[in-house]
């Protein structure tokens, strides 16, 4: 399995990302089946939700909410 990481990531409304991979793809990544559990809750908190920024191998949210490159990429669906 290749990894690919992303390189812009925008967020965009009903806790959905679009993401830009490495590979120039351009991918949505919907957060909502992670808000339930408490490590991802704050989240739902729009202004938390829009701080979404790049990090050096992924992306991460204000207090220390990160999601792993492979599960954005293969977890996401592309634009086509």
């Known amino acids: 399995m290749e990894s690919y990481y992303p390189i812009e990531v925008k ?3 009903q ?3 679009l993401i830009t991979f ?3 793809e351009k991918r949505i990544f919907d957060v ?5 559990n408490s490590f991802f809750a704050p989240l739902k ?6 701080s979404v920024k790049l990090s050096p191998i992924s992306i ?8 792993c490159p492979d599960e954005l990429y293969y977890n ?5």
């Open 60 to 67: 991460e949210w204000i207090g220390g909410i990160d999601k």
């Open 15 to 17: 806790y959905k990302l």
């Open 11 to 13: 967020p965009l409304e």
């Open 45 to 50: 908190n729009p202004f938390v939700f829009q």
């Open 22 to 24: 490495d590979n120039s």
């Open 76 to 80: 996401s669906v592309p634009i086509h």
């Open 32 to 36: 909502t089946p992670y808000l339930s």
